[in-house]
Structure formats: C-alpha cells, structure tokens
C-alpha cells in the first residue's frame, strides 16, 4: 500500500516536473523569439520599435488570423510573417522607402479591354439561363463566370464548352488545395492540388499552341499578346513553361476577387432594393431599359462608362466589401513610420479593409450609400489614398479596369432582365478569408422579368428600409 502511494506521489510530481519545464520552455523561447526581431533595430535610429506583439515562435499570429481577432490599434498579421498592419494612407506616402515583397513580373497595365466589350458582354449576358425559379449560389457561379471571363476575354483562348467546363473543374480542385501542407501523400491535399495543377498546365500549353489561329481577324490585343509583345519589344523571349505560369497566375488573380465582388454587389442589391430601383430608373432613363426589355443596341462601352449611378453603387460595393484586405511591402531602408522606426528588411502589411472602415472622408462609414461618390459629394476625392479597393502604386490591380466594366455589365443584366430574391430565411454570415464571400455562397432564386415586373410599386418603395431585410425579393 505504501508502495503504491509512492507510484501516485511519483507520478504526480513527474507530471508537475513536465508541466513547469514546458511553461518554462514556452516562455523562455518567447523571449528569444521577441529578442529575434528587436536585434533587427536600426541602431543609428533613435525611434522606438513598433508597439504590437510578434506572435509565439515560428507560427507567429497564425492563430489570431484563422480566429479573425484583430485588436483595434494593431490588428495581427496574416500567419508566417511579420509585419506591420498600418492604414493605406501612412503606408503609401512613404512609398519611396518601399518595394513590393511579391516576385515581380511583366506589368500589364492599361490594357485595351474596351475593344472586347462585346465578347465580354456574351460572356456576362448569362442571366437568361438562370430564370426558372431555381435556387443557385452566386458565389459559386460568379466563379464559373469569372473564370469563362478570363480564359476568353482576358487570355483570348478559344476552347469547346465540353473543355471549359474540365478545365474549370481542374482549376476549382487546384485552388481548393492551394493552401495546404506540403506533404507530398498519397490522396494528400498536396498531391491533388500538384495533379490538378499538371492537367491544368497541358490543356493551357494546348490551348496556347492553337491561339493563333483563333486570333486571326481579332479586333482587340488581350493579355498574352501584350506579355509577348512585351517580352519581344524588350529583347527577351518567354518560354512555354513561363507563359503557362504566367497564364495561371492572370486565371488566379481574376478567379476568386471577380467571385467575390459580384456576389457582394447582389447581396447588396438584395439588402437594399431602394438602390436597385434607382438604378432601374437610370437605365431607363438612358434609354438602355424600355418596357421591360433590355435594348441591348443601346448598351456600348461608352454608354455603360456613363452611367453614374451605377458607377457609384459598384463603388460603394468595393468600399464595403474589398475582395482582398490588403498588400505587402518590403522596408527598402529604415524610415519613420507614426513615430516609429521601420528597420530595413521588415515587410509591411497594409489594410485596404481597414483603411476604408477608418477614413475620416467618409461620413457614417457602416451605412450603404452609393450617393456618397455622387459629383455632389464625391467623399472619396478629399484625400489620398482613402479609396483603394484595388491596391495603389506599382503594384495595383492590373485587371481593375475590365473587372469594373465586369460588375458593370452584371449589375446592368440583374436590374434590366431578372427578379432575385434570397432563399433563405436570414442573409447568411460572411467571412473574409481567403476573400469575402457569404459562407453558404449565398442562396438566391432568380426570375424572369416581364413589362410590368421592372416597377416596384410606390406604396412597397416607401415602406423599404436599407437595413437587412430577411427574404429580401427585388
């Protein structure tokens, strides 16, 4: 008996010994992982370090940016990496002290879209296959859409429907194990991502090998030919595996952010009808929507540019929900940032998101109000860099131009050709990584539309309110 109370005594202080040495353990490297980044301060700056805490060892923030905990003054960075969350504002006045932290690329910037107005509008004018009652998810199919957009608009590839559809499941499956462990297993994320991947490279490098002869009698230069006519211009030559890379890339980048802002710009208009029916109003008053037909002879490039009010709401949708919260930066020396010191080599990571929700320009931030970027009010022309849903400087969107005529030409088929309504009881929870999307994708039924459905009668306008309306119908 006595002996095994020894056991229990033993075992208890055993288990006492393992837990102090591993609190010891934790803390003692919690200080070295601290002291590893204060030895990284510019000793010829006399500014403090940044205030902020650097995470537990290795992982960093990892865990208060998958729980979405952000305190108020320093909201956490994103996991394996150190950086310093400032408004876009500060970040962007001293970009000279700046480098982008990404590899760089071949820039494309203003590229000649407009001349592909009318592919895009076959692209986008999607609406009348979708008017039987059923319930769909806009997030899922602005992924279809968006992904169709690229690969034809953007990239200039000619495929058959039958390949379209393979390649955009390949892509779904590579981008669903994009973000997992590099652990090279049998049925492992990693390896059905590097599958998918594979497959993906084989049907572009075919269809790359065939672009020249759908180019012919083109009327427009899309992304691939200005990546090669640049590469050319500059002495240099592209192989194939590059290009497929590059290909990819240009699917990726207008993939999930397209997805993203076309399903808050139809929720948005679920919420609040009000706006929509104003933006009926405009269309008809420029003669695009009569008798509930949409004249689609009426519909060109500058027409659409002209609208303002649907060039507000899709502003005020951007505001609201930027598809990506911010971008990174490389310290290129060490300057003065808020009173403190950057030390040269640090990444600094900047917050679209919360630059928009703190700018003093805009009045009652939380509020939908398109009218806010009305010429009258114009609150986003008060400062710099308050507005910037698709990132400033160099390294801005370079799609941002075809993605607004995009949510354009959508907004204008949803309010001309359809009545939506949302399926569920309740607008459903919205998350914001990797994007902004509504967790169940967003459950809508949509209608056809006929001569009398574009009025919402006077006496139901007065009534509605732009709060969120559950079962919201428009």
């Not at 700056?45 to 003054?73: A, D, N, Y």
């Not at 991502?193 to 497959?199: L, P, S, Y």
């Not at 948005?268 to 004249?295: D, F, V, W």
Request: proline share 6%; glycine share 6%; aromatic share 10%.
């Amino acid at each position: 008996m006595i002996f095994d109370n020894f056991d229990l005594v033993s075992a208890l202080a055993t288990l006492a010994t393992c837990a102090v040495s591993m609190v010891l353990l934790l803390v003692v490297s919690q200080q070295l992982w601290q002291l590893r980044w204060t030895s990284t301060r510019d000793k010829n700056c006399k500014l403090p370090m940044p205030k902020g805490s650097m995470g537990f060892p290795i992982i960093g923030e990892t865990c208060h940016w998958l729980l979405q905990v952000r305190p108020s003054e320093y909201p956490p960075p994103p996991p394996l990496s150190l950086c310093l969350w400032f408004s876009f504002t500060h970040v962007f006045l001293s970009s000279e002290h700046l480098a982008p932290s990404f590899p760089r690329s071949l820039l494309l910037s203003n590229l000649p879209f407009p001349q592909a107005n009318s592919c895009l509008l076959g692209d986008v004018g999607y609406a009348e296959c979708v008017f039987e009652g059923r319930t769909w998810q806009p997030f899922v199919e602005s992924q279809r859409l968006s992904f169709h957009m690229a690969v034809r608009v953007l990239l200039g590839f000619r495929v058959a429907d039958e390949e379209m559809r393979h390649l955009f499941t390949t892509f779904q499956q590579f981008i669903d194990n994009i973000f997992t462990l590099p652990l090279d297993l049998p049925f492992s994320g990693y390896r059905k991502g590097i599958c998918a991947r594979d497959t993906l490279q084989k049907g572009i490098e075919k269809a790359i090998r065939e672009k020249p002869l759908c180019s012919q009698g083109k009327d427009y230069s899309d992304a691939l030919d200005i990546l090669l006519e640049s590469a050319k211009e500059n002495g240099t030559e592209i192989t194939m595996q590059e290009l497929k890379e590059a290909t990819i890339e240009l699917i990726f980048a207008a993939f999930a952010t397209t997805a993203s802002a076309s399903t808050s710009l139809i929720m948005q208009l679920l919420r609040h009808p009000a706006a929509l029916e104003k933006l009926r109003e405009e269309l008809r008053t420029r003669g695009i929507l009569h008798n509930g037909c949409l004249c689609e002879g009426e519909l060109g490039l500058d027409t659409i540019v002209s609208l303002k009010y649907l060039d507000c709401v899709i502003k005020e949708v951007l505001r609201l929900f930027t598809p990506v919260s911010g971008g990174y930066r490389t310290a290129l020396q060490t300057f003065e940032l808020d009173g403190v010191q950057i030390p040269k080599g640090w990444s600094v990571m900047y917050s679209i998101r919360d630059t928009h929700d703190t700018s003093s320009v805009f009045k009652d931030v939380d509020a939908f109000d398109p009218d806010r970027f009305s010429q009258e009010r114009s609150e986003d022309k008060e400062g710099r860099f308050h507005y910037l849903p698709f990132g400033g400087g160099i390294r801005s969107c370079l799609g941002k131009q075809l993605a607004t005529l995009f949510l354009r030409i959508l907004a204008i088929e949803l309010a001309s050709t359809s009545r939506f309504e949302l399926a569920t009881r309740n607008f459903p929870r919205v998350v914001t990584v990797p994007v902004v999307h509504p967790v169940d994708g967003l459950k809508v039924k949509f209608y056809g539309l006929d001569s009398n459905q574009n009025e919402i009668p006077s006496d139901l306008l007065a009534d509605i309110k732009t709060e969120e309306l559950p079962g919201a119908a428009v």
